[in-house]
């Protein structure tokens, strides 16, 4: 019986001294920003010529452009400093062809089309502060996903394969002990995103850096 | 004797179909075909200088094996023996050989059929490498390759028609000469020595694929369809190239329809960019039957403005092109 009062009592104590809550036990972000263009190389159209060689129809090259990523994030801490992130982004690149050089003579023109893109991934994230900080929290992050891009029409969709790397910081702006909202704060990221396999024109994978900046709430 | 050209004997009599990609033979609005899973062939029994009759036949064997290869085309052949039968004779038999043709200069090999007009069902084809000319089964390079020429021959054998993937420009002494070819079925013969024709190229592999299709071709390829104008006329025979961004392949069709309507199938789904360009890189006449078509060779190369989304297993929406005069 004195033993369970003893622990009654003293526990009080020790949560006074120490910090009176645990992480929040999840965050949503939502934000937009700006991904560069990609360069996705050249693709010559080749005739077989009389000499063994190849004789150039006519020459490409593409690249998406630049675009404004929106990106809805869903953070869950495993730890002070790490936690999981489910990442879902929407942009919409247009694939930019230029074709010239054409044997014939025709001039140079560029061509292309609007590409919805949809990528959902999962990323692990360090905080190298611990979440109770009042203060601005840098962290680094890294995941994989998928990539699903939709040609104009509709008509045809190819699914690839999505890495991210990269960091930013958080810097709150709200910070409370009690109710359902425990943080509010802005975000910012800046991250190299690289798609590979079918959602990839020309010889190698489609890159971006992108920068985002957000509003973040935890729960 | 100076040889450039390869042409489909009897090719007046047949068409081709507005509704397809590539060139394939039609009649009564069916595509020539064979409708037996395996196709039996003989080989004459004659050698001319440099190819014995054994030679003929390793070669023509080879040529038969470069589209039996094909994982989505479900053509077959066998090798039936040697005959002492002529090409060109209506036995039933499908005969390959070497003939004389002296009237013929410009001609290294004809293909000719004997063919079910209300079902395009294929009853023999016969095949003649014309003797006038040097050839050769060893790559020499002074003489013509006879697998390459048998390759080509053999697309006709199947229902092909001649490609318009090439580029040639004029000899001064008379008919073209190749700078660059895109398809197998190109009507114009790389030269002496070239062995390139050996291996087929997407636009073959797409046209044999669509008249054959095995291996999921249909349901794993799709295409690209639309109409070619010039001004408020239509863009008649209309040589429309895709080209897929990614693997680079070329495969082509004609806007034969009479609103200038074109097809092109088997592709590979992904973003194609189309080339318009007139007929002017070999005589109409080796693609189509002139009396049946007028076909419009007055304007310049022309690219559409957007890029062409292929899905897999149909096609994409319409697309129209207008080019404008030369």
């Known amino acids: 019986m004195s033993f369970d009062v003893f622990v009654a009592l003293v526990l009080p104590v020790t949560a006074q001294t120490r910090a009176p809550r645990v992480n929040p036990r999840v965050e949503v972000s939502v934000g937009a920003g700006f991904a560069s263009g990609s360069d996705l190389g050249d693709a010559n159209a080749d005739l077989r010529a009389r000499d063994g060689g190849t004789l150039v129809l006519f020459t490409t090259s593409s690249k998406f452009s630049s675009h404004v990523p929106l990106e809805l994030r869903l953070g869950f801490p495993v730890s002070r400093s790490w936690s999981f992130e489910a990442v879902g982004a929407f942009s919409r690149p247009e694939l930019q062809t230029s074709v010239a050089n054409d044997t014939e003579g025709a001039p140079t023109v560029g061509v292309s089309e609007r590409i919805d893109r949809y990528v959902v991934d999962g990323a692990l994230i360090y905080a190298f502060d611990t979440p109770q900080s009042r203060r601005a929290v840098p962290f680094v992050g890294a995941g994989i996903g998928w990539v699903r891009q939709v040609h104009e029409g509709q008509s045809l969709s190819e699914d690839g394969v999505s890495f991210r790397g990269g960091g930013g910081v958080k810097y709150p702006l709200v910070v409370r002990n009690r109710g359902a909202v425990r943080r509010m704060g802005i975000r910012a990221d800046a991250a190299l995103i690289v798609f590979s396999k079918a959602v990839t024109v020309g010889t190698g994978p489609a890159s971006h850096l992108t920068a985002v900046g957000s509003l973040y709430v935890a729960f | ?326």
């Open chain 2, 1 to 326: 004797m100076r040889c450039a050209a390869l042409v489909v004997l009897f090719a007046c009599v047949v068409g081709t179909n507005p509704a397809d990609a590539y060139s394939q033979f039609t009649t009564n609005g069916a595509r020539l075909h064979w409708d037996a899973p395996r196709v039996r062939w003989m080989a004459v029994d004659r050698s001319v200088p440099g190819v014995s009759a054994g030679d003929l036949q390793a070669a023509l064997a080879r040529a038969f094996q470069t589209w039996q290869d094909l994982p989505t085309a479900s053509i077959a052949f066998e090798f039936a023996g040697f005959t002492s039968a002529e090409p060109e004779d209506d036995d039933d038999l499908s005969v390959l050989g070497f003939q004389s043709h002296p009237e013929l200069e410009r001609v290294l090999g004809a293909t000719s059929f004997l063919f079910d007009d209300s079902t395009g069902e294929i009853v023999e084809a016969d095949i003649f490498f014309n003797s006038q000319f040097d050839w050769s089964t060893s790559g020499d390079p002074n003489r013509f390759d006879l697998q390459s020429v048998a390759v080509h021959e053999i697309g006709h054998f199947l229902g092909l028609g001649h490609s318009a993937i090439g580029e040639t420009e004029l000899r001064p002494e008379g008919g073209r000469r190749v700078l660059g070819s895109g398809a197998v079925m190109f009507p114009i013969s790389l030269g002496r020595g070239s062995i390139a024709d050996r291996t087929l190229l997407p636009d073959d592999i797409a046209g044999v694929s669509d008249l054959y299709p095995d291996g999921g071709f249909a349901e794993s390829t799709g295409g690209v369809h639309g109409r070619v104008r010039h001004g408020a006329a239509p863009a008649v025979g209309a040589h429309i190239v895709a080209f897929d961004l990614r693997t680079r392949a070329l495969v082509g069709g004609f806007a034969l329809g009479d609103n200038g309507e074109f097809q092109i199938l088997g592709l590979r789904p992904g973003a194609y960019v189309l080339r318009v360009e007139p007929l002017d890189d070999a005589d109409i006449d080796s693609f189509f039957s002139l009396d049946e078509i007028a076909i419009d060779t007055n304007f310049q190369v022309t690219y559409f403005q957007r890029l062409v989304a292929v899905p897999a297993g149909g096609v994409g929406e319409a697309v129209e092109i207008v080019v404008r005069s030369k």
